[in-house]
C-alpha cells in the first residue's frame, strides 16, 4: 500500500507569490492534518480536516487555508508569502478524527520563499 | 510558549549504549504523549507512545518513563544501534486537540 504522498517534493517562492501543496493519504484514511516544520524545530500544528470539514486549526494567520476533498486528498493553500514560510510543510492522515490516533506521515513538501 | 521542551539538543552515544532523551510539559490537561522518529528527508515515524495511567511502556529496545507529578516523560533507547541516528521528537496531546511537538534530538550513534 502507498504510504502519505505529497506534491510537490520542493518549491521555491517569491515573497508576496501564493503557493499549493497538495497530499493524499493512505487508502481508507479520512483524516488528514498539516503542519509545518521549521528547520531545527519540531512540527507545528496547522490544520485537520476529517470528512471535508475543519476539525481543528493552528495558531497560523489567515493566510494559512486549506480543503479537503471528496476523495479525502487535501490542498494547503499559503497566500502572501513571507521569509518566514520557509519550511517543510507535513501532511499527516489518519482513519478518523481523534488526533490521538496514529497519524502517519508524509515525506512533506520544502518550501523556500526568496 | 512552548509546550513542550526538550533536551538534549543533540546526543552523540557508542553502539550499544543508552540513550536518554527527556522531555518536560506544563499542561496537566494533556493525556497522550507520542515519540516519533525523523530520518532526513523523511516525515516523523510513530516510535512508541503512553498515556499517564501507566509509569512506564516498552517496545523491544525502546521504553518510555513517565513522571506524572513531576511533568516529565523520558525515551530511553537500550543497545543504540547506527541505524537509531535520526532525529527524535517528543510531543504530548489532549483529547480532540492538536499534538504539540517538543524541538527535537539529533542522535548519532557512533560504531
Redesign the interface.
Known amino acids: 500500500d502507498a504510504g502519505v504522498t505529497q506534491s510537490p517534493t520542493h518549491l521555491i517562492k517569491t515573497r508576496g507569490q501564493h503557493v499549493t501543496l497538495r497530499c493524499s493519504p493512505i487508502s481508507g484514511h479520512k483524516s488528514v492534518s498539516w503542519y509545518q516544520q521549521v528547520l531545527g524545530q519540531g512540527p507545528q500544528f496547522i490544520f485537520q480536516y476529517y470528512e471535508k470539514e475543519e476539525r481543528g486549526r493552528g495558531n497560523f494567520p489567515d493566510r494559512f487555508s486549506a480543503r479537503q476533498f471528496p476523495n479525502y486528498s487535501s490542498e494547503l493553500n499559503v497566500n502572501a508569502l513571507l521569509l518566514g514560510d520557509s519550511a517543510l510543510y507535513l501532511c499527516a492522515s489518519s482513519l478518523t478524527w481523534a488526533l490521538q490516533e496514529t497519524q502517519y506521515f508524509g515525506p512533506g513538501t520544502r518550501l523556500l520563499v526568496l | 510558549q512552548q509546550q513542550?521542551k526538550?533536551s538534549p539538543q543533540s546526543l552523540i552515544v557508542q553502539k550499544g549504549g543508552i540513550s536518554i532523551i527527556n522531555c518536560a510539559y506544563e499542561n496537566t490537561a494533556f493525556d497522550?504523549f507520542p515519540w516519533y522518529q525523523q530520518f532526513p528527508?523523511?516525515?516523523?515515524?510513530?516510535l512508541i507512545a503512553i498515556r499517564p495511567d501507566v509509569s512506564e511502556k516498552k517496545e523491544g529496545r525502546f521504553t518510555i518513563s513517565f513522571n506524572k507529578s513531576a511533568k516529565q516523560f523520558s525515551l530511553h533507547i537500550m543497545d543504540s544501534q547506527p541505524g537509531d541516528s535520526a532525529t527524535y521528537?517528543c510531543?504530548a496531546?489532549m483529547?480532540?486537540?492538536?499534538?504539540?511537538?517538543?524541538?527535537?534530538t539529533s542522535l548519532t550513534v557512533i560504531p
Open positions: 513542550v526538550q497522550y528527508g523523511k516525515g516523523p515515524a510513530l521528537f510531543a496531546s483529547v480532540g486537540n492538536q499534538f504539540y511537538f517538543g524541538t527535537g
